[in-house]
């Protein structure tokens, strides 16, 4: 069975920084690409970063181009998410989500996704 756990969030002021992580089981991870997205108040889930299965191809949305950055480390199963800058704006749920299309921000293409945890940014 496939599990992604998130861990890391919490509460930020404007300009401050957190963490995420994301630690995979139950699959092959360095078959999947990791991708982090981010459901806003009353709003749909969007995209906010990937990274393949090479660690060194990363993308992002454009909100978060420059603050976000993404990494993985296919030896612990686990992709991190460093979140610098922080705006009110990036609060919400982050859910972690796996995919084998390698260069997908298309939610219906992750397979699998965490529970999904809380980031509140304060002004």
């Known amino acids: 069975q496939v599990q992604l756990a998130e861990s890391g969030g919490g509460l930020a002021q404007a300009g401050g920084s957190l963490r995420l992580s994301c630690a995979a089981s139950?699959?092959?991870?360095?078959?999947?690409?990791m991708g982090w997205f981010l459901q806003a108040p009353g709003k749909e889930r969007e995209f906010v970063a990937r990274?393949?299965?090479?660690?060194?191809?990363?993308d992002y949305a454009g909100s978060v181009e420059g603050r976000f950055t993404i990494s993985r480390d296919n030896a612990k199963n686990t992709v991190d998410h460093q979140m610098t800058s922080l705006k009110p704006e990036d609060t919400g749920v982050y859910y972690c989500?796996?995919?084998?299309?390698?260069?997908?921000?298309?939610?219906?293409?992750?397979?699998?996704w965490g529970q999904g945890i809380q980031v509140t940014v304060s002004s």
């Open positions: 990274i393949s299965w090479s660690p060194n191809s990363a």
């Open positions: 139950g699959l092959t991870f360095n078959s999947y690409a």
């Open positions: 989500a796996a995919t084998t299309f390698h260069l997908s921000r298309d939610k219906v293409r992750y397979a699998h």
